[in-house]
């Protein structure tokens, strides 16, 4: 953590490289932000920054961007990561570029992202209300970028003099019904089958004042998900979203599609759920130097994306073990999996020894999974201990082919 030769930027872009080895159609580039606190703050932690205004605490924030496939929903990995902390200057004002705001990260990611995934794939910005920013309908289709995020501003609509998005929206004829299975969101969402009733079209929003006269208005697409009271929990407020995206949207499978990928954004809040009190427990570190905290961070980011994928490839993941592991650690992997195995069927990884699937079993199995039919399947924090022990057992290896004398505990 404190070699100078070693950046957290370089550490970024070892992570980043098997995005240009991407062949999907289509991939969707989710981004969010998070707020880490230090639970251990002294005096120390003073090149931190406040974590938010008004509060004596000290921390960062990070704003990661995963890239998925929009079809098989699969995670290929991180496409992007920015991080900061907030100084005590005057914040930036309304009327200031959104180049000088914190907002701007909004913008730059996908873009940054973009540029590391192939040229021939398709790809859209998925994001929450926090993203709903004027610029990045304006700015980011032409740059081989599409958007779908979660309305948070009641917009001025083009076509209708002192009418606003929101009310408009809820005037629209209901379209269609239709069920989608909602993952859980642990302290916050249920897992369930959600009943929703659909409306969606076509509006045009008008540019807020800031950016007038110079933008023009924009044509866009809405869909909006009301769940109904008979599949919401008790004590649980009913799935309310308003999306607007780039995309064209005319019929109920065309909306059922924009829902379905901007359910996906429940992997970012896994990957902030593993980096956090569930998992790597990012905010209990002692280290004091904020460089060091940087570099520590992005290598925390980086396993808790592995962690995700390997969760994901107990169902049977698409992905191949040699798209999230390197050549080396593969054949680690393979010599591992000969002292796992046992002698009869059960007992056996039932996976492709090429697939992601087949490397999940195996790192499970180091996490204390039993591989029981019967037995729960692993979660993320088994699978994170299973990294632990392998990346344990591939350094030894490492060392052992080195020494000629290879031994595996």
Known sequence: MKNPRVSAQGLAEGFYQGLSEIHAAHVLLLQDSSTFTLSKYSSKHA???????????????????????????????????????????????????????????????????????????????VADRESDIYELFERLPPQGVEVLLRAAQDRKLAFAQGERLFHWISEQPLQGKVDLILPAIPGKRQARQAKLQLRFGRLSILPPGRLQPQSQPIDLYFVEALESAESVPAKEQPVHWRLLTT???????????????????????????????????????????????????????????????????????????????????????RVLSTTLEGRTK?????????????????????????????????????????????EQLSEGFQLAQQQKDLCIP
Not at 359 to 377: P, T, V, Y
């Open 346 to 390: 059960q007992q056996q990884n039932p996976h492709q020894g090429s697939s992601l699937a087949w490397a999940a079993w195996i790192i499970a199995r180091l996490g204390g999974w039993k591989g029981h039919a019967r037995e729960r399947k692993a979660g993320p924090i088994t699978m994170f201990h299973g990294l632990q022990r392998f």
């Open 47 to 125: 090149d931190f920054g406040r974590t938010s205004a008004g509060q004596k605490g000290r921390g960062f924030h990070l704003h990661p961007t995963l890239a998925v496939d929009a079809e098989q929903e699969d995670l290929y990995g991180l496409a992007h990561l920015h991080w900061w902390t907030r100084s005590t200057r005057q914040p930036s004002q309304k009327e200031d570029p959104i180049e000088q705001k914190e907002s701007y990260r909004w913008l730059a990611s996908p873009l940054r992202a973009r540029q590391r995934i192939p040229a021939s794939v398709k790809t859209t910005m």
């Open 247 to 333: 995309h064209c949207v005319q019929d109920l499978q065309q909306a059922q599609v924009c829902l379905r990928w901007y359910r996906q954004r429940w992997q970012i809040e896994q990957l902030f759920r593993t980096l956090k009190k569930q998992g790597l427990r990012l905010e209990s570190s002692q280290l004091e130097s904020r460089e060091s905290f940087e570099k520590l961070t992005v290598l925390a980011v980086g396993v808790s994306v592995r962690t995700l994928q390997l969760v994901q490839a107990r169902e049977g993941s698409q992905l191949r073990v040699g798209q999230v592991f390197s050549v080396k650690e593969v054949e680690v992997l």
